[in-house]
C-alpha cells in the first residue's frame, strides 16, 4: 500500500497527531506536514514539513508535485467559536481550501482526500439525542454552514467528477500532545490543563451541557480506518457520523475529582452556549459502524486517567 501524503494544517490539534501516526505507517519519507506558519515546533522539527497556504491552489499543488503526492488530508479549518468572531474569514478559509484541495483531486494531481466535518453540521432544529445520519440539518453557526456546504460538495466531486474523498463528522476532540483552538468543544480540554495546574476550572459551559466528545486516539484511529477501508464499502460521500462518547461538564468534573478529590469548577457560560445548545447531545454513528467497521476504544475514565497522567508528566518536567 504505497502512498504519498500531505497534511495541510499539520501543526494543528488533529494534524499533528495524524501526521505523528501517519509516519509510523508510511514512513517518514513519506508522509509531509504543512502548515502556514512554523508556529508548531515539535511538527516543524519532526520530519519533512513545508509552509503551505490552504487558500492559495498553486502553493498546494507546487508541494504536491514536489513529492508526488497522491493523498491529502485537509486540517486546516476556523472552528466554531473564532468563526462566530470572523465569519466572512472562517468561510473564507474553510471553503476555499475544501474547492482547492477537490480542484486538485479532479484534475488528477492527487487520488484520495481526506476532509474532516463536525457535529457543527447539526442545528437546534435537529433532533438532539441519538441524531440519525439523515436528518433535518440548519448548522446556526458560520463554521457549521461551511461544514454543510462543504458536504454537499464533497459528495458532488465524488458523483460528478470520481473524487476519491472521505470525510468523518467528528465530535469533540479530547488530547493532550496539542491545544485545541477556537472551538466550543475545547473546555473538554483546558479543564484538564488547569486540574494540573491550578485544581480548579473556571468552564464557559454550563454544567449539564452535553455533547458528543471523543479521545485523540479514537479520532486518529477512526481518520485511517475510513481511508483504509476499500472502495466498495464507503457508502456515504458526504460525511459519516462519528461517536465515541457524550458527556457534561458535570461529568467530566466528577472524572476528574475521582484522581483529584480537591478539584474545583465554578460554572461561567459565554457566548459559546448558545452555539453548544445548538448541537446534538449524542450521535447515532450506525453507518460507520457497519461499513467500515468503526468502533471506539475509549470511555470517560480512561480519558481522564490518560490525560492527567501524559499532563502531569508534561507539567512536572
Ligand atoms: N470541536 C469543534 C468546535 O467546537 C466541533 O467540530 O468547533
Not at 496539542?178 to 476550572?201: F, R, S, W
Not at 476499500?230 to 475529582?257: C, G, M, Q, V
Request: with cysteine; aromatic share 12%; charged share 20%.
Amino acid at each position: 500500500m504505497s502512498s504519498k501524503i500531505l497534511i495541510i494544517g499539520a501543526g494543528g490539534q488533529i494534524g499533528s497527531e495524524l501526521t505523528f501516526k501517519l509516519r509510523t505507517i508510511y514512513g517518514e519519507e513519506n508522509v509531509i506536514a504543512s502548515d502556514i506558519s512554523y508556529n508548531n515546533e515539535s511538527i516543524v522539527n519532526s520530519g519533512l514539513f513545508e509552509i503551505v497556504d490552504a487558500q492559495d491552489y498553486a502553493s498546494i499543488k507546487i508541494c504536491v508535485e514536489k513529492y508526488n503526492i497522491d493523498t491529502i488530508y485537509l486540517m486546516a479549518a476556523m472552528l466554531s467559536a473564532t468563526g462566530e468572531k470572523y465569519p466572512m474569514k472562517a468561510w473564507d478559509l474553510n471553503m476555499s481550501s475544501l474547492f482547492n484541495v477537490l480542484n486538485l483531486a479532479r484534475a488528477k494531481f492527487i487520488k484520495k482526500v481526506f476532509w474532516p466535518s463536525s457535529i457543527a453540521v447539526f442545528g437546534p432544529t435537529t433532533p438532539v439525542n441519538y441524531t440519525p445520519q439523515y436528518t433535518v440539518m440548519e448548522p446556526s453557526t458560520v463554521y457549521g454552514i461551511t461544514k454543510q456546504v462543504g458536504e454537499r460538495w464533497c459528495e458532488y466531486y465524488f458523483n460528478k467528477y470520481n473524487v476519491d474523498v472521505r470525510s468523518l463528522r467528528y465530535p469533540g476532540i479530547i488530547s493532550w500532545k496539542t491545544l485545541p483552538g477556537g472551538g466550543t468543544t475545547d473546555y473538554a480540554v483546558e479543564i484538564y490543563h488547569e486540574a494540573i495546574k491550578n485544581n480548579q476550572y473556571e468552564c464557559f459551559l454550563k454544567a449539564d451541557t452535553e455533547l458528543p466528545m471523543m479521545f485523540m486516539d479514537d479520532a486518529i484511529k477512526a481518520t485511517i480506518n475510513i481511508m483504509q477501508a476499500p472502495d466498495d464499502t464507503i457508502k456515504i460521500r458526504s460525511s459519516y457520523n462519528l461517536a465515541a462518547i457524550s458527556f457534561t461538564p458535570e461529568s467530566i468534573a466528577n472524572s476528574i475529582k475521582q484522581r483529584l478529590p480537591d478539584f474545583k469548577i465554578t460554572y461561567n457560560p459565554d457566548y459559546r452556549q448558545e452555539i453548544a445548545n445548538s448541537w446534538p447531545k449524542n450521535i447515532n454513528d450506525s453507518y460507520a459502524r457497519q461499513d467500515w467497521k468503526w468502533k471506539h476504544d475509549f470511555n470517560l475514565d480512561e480519558i481522564t486517567e490518560e490525560m492527567l497522567t501524559q499532563l502531569s508528566k508534561n507539567y512536572n518536567q
